[in-house]
């Protein structure tokens, strides 16, 4: 709702819709009849439009675009409505104004911020435009470059940007509402037109063209495959070649079509899926509605490798106070060079610099090789090398010195946390953070409780992910945990293909044109190859503890490739040693350079083993390395390892480089349809019967038996009729 007050000469229109004063149709109406009903009355001279609860307003209720006429009809013609008053219409702009809420305030004449605000046009972000006439008024406003950069990539700025922008015309640090009510009061009676911006021509940029065609470019690379920063940009183009009715005209065809585009429901599926997943909960009952985090005032790292380095970086930008730990000086010195120069740049980035990131003062960052200073911290993260035996001794370390109440965590991409729990006394406080390289960038972590993991130790856990603005999202014990689990036939598969004629940069081609920032093979060696032969030795699978005997392309009488293990054993681990599955210009690089001296390993390979080479189209590249990855999803949520797909699709977006406007793997899954899903499934199982990544499901098999209910009803089935699987 809104609510309309009329005290002195300034009606007042309240935005109310908890908790973000999103803009539904009933918001709108009686914002509507609040701005007629203040131009009815003659005692008003001006309007101030504000928001309840120190938010001006997030925009359009985003769950309305399923009944896109109704809200389409309504906000832009609103914003027209504002503009065209006779009466000073100010927006006081407190806590967030965003798409729809914004361009209400760009109807405004006149619109005041709190410092402390911020303001944006993310609709790209949800797979939109901003359709509320939004894209003709802001360029008008600010300028064409400072507009399509907020338009095109989303982002938030705070006020004081704002204000440098002219975004703004005045900000305040303390009660934005009085400010707002002085300013109207202050022109009554000043002349409007000057201040209605679809009356003011777009600023003009000398060669405008040139500048639009480089944007364009920059636009288009960016999107990979995103349609609506490329339709953003469109929008503004009109702005700068149409009269403003016309460019409306064009606005909202362009919304139109993104509306109606499918990425636009994903990309919102996004949005929300990484809400829900906050809701955490456990099989066992435990959940985040009755447990409470405990407070973390001081942590320590133990480990300064890439993974320790990132960590610590991501604890100082959330400004708690921590200890960092390293077996020798050796190590401690090169950790703590490392982790001051990420520092540095950290700090260049942000508003405030060097003085927000207090890194030099120890009382907020102390290096040491003396673990008894980790006797007063509230929680530690174990970031070691991945290795059992090096985890177990270090808890056991750990539980003897830290105090009763400390969260023991593990950084880990795989192991059993029972098993690293079992080396203390208190496996109630022993969770697995899986960070994700580099730490400091990436905006997941998995959570991982054991068996006997406390839900005060989960919800601790999810609050230290919010603490460093991450995507925490909590998951059962297994090995590889969702993500790597997920990942193993998906590279399984793209390493299968390579043996039966594929390249690897076939391969990566495919998956980059399907969205993903990384193909796998690039993936691999830019993580190292390295990392996952020493997991496979661990394993039994290769090296000197593999049973004499065992056929070189069979384990466990399934299907292996040792293609991995034979670069490996080449001492190709990737762009560390300038080789890999690509060829890189030195160590290090990162350019990547098909090989010639890999075509003709893997020529050398087949023949070997008797591999008849043959073409392999692109539509079986993806559809083996997706359905196979998808699938592992669909046996993840039987076993209970995850609450819902959506806990698989935001690990995946944020985790895994998966193109968000295709909404996770299992949306995807759900947008192709659950039956092709499983036909394809089939078909490649009975080609490769040896493979059991390829063997559909149980449960996937059940919902198509179901008649392949939507996602959201998924789990429904699974907890009904899991014994029947
Ligand atoms: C045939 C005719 C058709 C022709 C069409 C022609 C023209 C059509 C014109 C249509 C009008 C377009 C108008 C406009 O341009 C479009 C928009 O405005 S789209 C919305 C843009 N806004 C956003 O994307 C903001 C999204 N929100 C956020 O970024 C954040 O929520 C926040 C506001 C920064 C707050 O962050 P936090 O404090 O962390 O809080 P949460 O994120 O947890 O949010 C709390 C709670 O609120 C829910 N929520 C947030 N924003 C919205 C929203 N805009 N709509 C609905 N709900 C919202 C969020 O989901 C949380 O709830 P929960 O999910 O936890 O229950």
Redesign the pocket.
């Known amino acids: 709702m809104a609510q309309y007050a009329r005290g002195s000469a300034v009606a007042v229109i309240r935005l109310r819709n908890p908790?973000?004063n999103?803009?539904s149709l009933a918001v709108l109406q009686t914002l509507e009849d609040g701005l007629k009903k203040a131009d009815a009355d003659p005692s008003v001279k001006a309007v101030m439009i504000c928001g309840e609860n120190g938010k001006f307003s997030?925009?359009?209720?985003?769950?309305g675009f399923s009944s896109?006429?109704r809200?389409?009809?309504a906000?832009?013609p609103i914003v027209s409505l504002i503009e065209s008053s006779e009466k000073p219409v100010v927006a006081a702009i407190e806590g967030?104004a965003?798409?729809?809420?914004l361009?209400v305030a760009l109807g405004c004449h006149y619109r005041i911020a709190h410092v402390k605000a911020?303001m944006g046009?993310?609709?790209v972000?949800?797979g939109?435009?901003?359709?509320?006439e939004?894209t003709q008024r802001l360029p008008r406003l600010i300028g064409v470059p400072a507009a399509l950069d907020m338009i095109t990539t989303g982002k938030?700025i705070p006020a004081t940007e704002a204000l440098k922008l002219g975004l703004v015309d005045e900000i305040v640090e303390e009660n934005t509402i009085e400010a707002a009510i002085r300013l109207a009061n202050k022109v009554i009676g000043q002349p409007l037109g000057p201040r209605r911006l679809s009356l003011k021509p777009v600023p003009k940029v000398p060669n405008m063209e040139a500048f639009l065609d480089e944007a364009l470019v920059k636009v288009k690379r960016q999107a990979r495959g995103c349609l609506a920063p490329e339709l953003c940009f469109q929008a503004v183009r009109a702005a700068t070649q149409s009269p403003f009715a016309e460019g409306v005209r064009r606005?909202?065809e362009l919304?139109?079509v993104l509306?109606s585009s499918g990425q636009a429901q994903a990309l919102q599926y996004a949005?929300?899926a990484e809400?829900?997943v906050?809701r955490w909960a456990t099989p066992s009952g435990a959940s985040w509605s009755s447990a409470a985090p405990q407070p973390v005032r001081r942590a320590a790292v133990i480990g300064l490798g890439t993974m320790g380095q990132g960590i610590v970086t991501s604890l100082v930008k959330a400004n708690i106070p921590l200890v960092a730990l390293e077996q020798d000086l050796e190590n401690l010195n090169k950790g703590r060079k490392a982790v001051m120069l990420l520092l540095q740049r950290e700090a260049m980035k942000m508003e405030g610099g060097a003085q927000i990131l207090d890194f030099h003062n120890p009382a907020h960052l102390q290096f040491t090789v003396d673990f008894d200073l980790l006797r007063d911290v509230d929680l530690v993260i174990e970031a070691v090398f991945e290795n059992m035996a090096l985890k177990k001794e270090i808890f056991h370390k750990l539980s003897k010195i830290c105090k009763p109440g400390a969260l023991l965590c593990t950084n880990t991409s795989a192991l059993n946390i029972d098993e690293i729990a079992s080396a203390t006394n208190r496996p109630q406080q022993v969770i697995g953070t899986h960070f994700f390289s580099p730490a400091h960038v990436m905006r997941l972590l998995e959570i991982i409780y054991g068996r006997h993991t406390s839900p005060t130790a989960i919800a601790t856990a999810m609050q230290l992910a919010k603490a460093l603005k991450k995507v925490g999202v909590v998951v059962g014990n297994c090995f590889g945990f969702v993500g790597n689990r997920m990942m193993f036939p998906y590279v399984q598969q793209a390493v299968f293909l390579l043996e039966e004629g594929s390249r690897p940069e076939a391969v990566d081609q495919v998956l980059e044109d399907f969205g993903f920032k990384i193909g796998p093979f690039r993936m691999s060696d830019l993580a190292g190859l390295d990392v996952g032969w020493r997991s496979r030795k661990d394993q039994g699978l290769t090296g000197p503890s593999l049973p004499a005997g065992t056929p070189a392309r069979q384990r466990h009488g399934q299907r292996y490739s040792p293609l991995p293990d034979l670069l490996c054993e080449q001492g190709r681990f990737g762009q560390k040693t300038a080789r890999g599955w690509y060829l890189y210009e030195k160590a290090g690089g990162r350019t990547a350079t098909p090989d010639p001296w890999l075509h003709n390993f893997l020529s050398q390979y087949r023949d070997t083993h008797g591999i008849q080479t043959r073409f392999i189209d692109q539509e079986e590249i993806l559809e083996r390395c997706l359905f196979s990855l998808i699938n592992e999803g669909f046996a993840i949520l039987a076993e209970g390892i995850a609450s819902g797909p959506e806990h698989l699709d935001v690990i995946y977006i944020n985790g895994y480089g998966w193109p968000e406007h295709r909404g996770g793997p299992m949306f995807y899954a759900s947008t192709v349809g659950l039956p092709r899903v499983l036909a394809k499934l089939q078909k490649y199982s009975e080609a490769h019967p040896d493979v059991p990544g390829l063997r559909p499901s149980a449960f996937l098999k059940k919902l198509v038996a179901v008649g392949n209910p939507p996602l959201k009803e998924w789990m429904s089935y699974l907890s009904q009729q899991s014994s029947k699987l």
């Open positions: 908790p973000v999103a803009l997030a925009g359009a209720d985003i769950r896109p006429k809200l389409g009809g906000l832009g967030v965003l798409g729809g809420g361009e911020r046009l993310p609709e972000t949800i939109l435009l901003p359709g509320a939004g938030h606005e909202r919304f139109q509306l949005f929300f809400r829900a906050r």
